[in-house]
Nanobody, 124 residues
Framework: QVQLVESGGGLVQAGGSLRLSCAAS????????MGWFRQAPGKEREFVAA????????DPADSVKGRFTISRDNAKNTVYLQMNSLKPEDTAVYYC?????????????????WGQGTQVTVSS
């Protein structure tokens, strides 16, 4: 199993930046895909971005493409989400997720392990 802990959320003005981190522990010796999802109040949890084990392949959602960048440092068992040009509609709880394997998926049902989430609030 993999345990995930997010950090880095907070309050930021529109146009600002934040970097989220997700530290993995437990069975991290096997290759696993990491993803970021978010959930705004009253809305479904939605896909934000995913990255494969080596970091050579990423898949950002259209809504964040060009603004958010997902990356990982396997030596630190950590995945990052750099968020630039933030908008009020980016306000949500952000979750990281993991699944063993190499394929990138946007459907949250494909991810077995989840963090507890970190709140991101963007003021206008």
């Amino acid at each position: 199993q993999v345990q995930l802990v997010e950090s880095g959320g907070g309050l930021v003005q529109a146009g600002g930046s934040l970097r989220l981190s997700c530290a993995a522990s437990g069975r991290t010796d096997s290759r696993y895909v990491m993803g970021w999802f978010r959930q705004a109040p009253g809305k479904e949890r939605e896909f934000v971005a995913a990255i494969n084990w080596s970091g050579s392949s990423t898949d950002p959602a259209d809504s964040v493409k060009g603004r958010f960048t997902i990356s990982r440092d396997n030596a630190k068992n950590t995945v990052y989400l750099q968020m630039n040009s933030l908008k009020p509609e980016d306000t949500a709880v952000y979750y990281c997720a993991a699944r063993y394997g190499s394929n990138l998926y946007r459907d949250r049902m494909n991810y077995a392990y989840w963090g507890q989430g970190t709140q991101v609030t963007v003021s206008s």
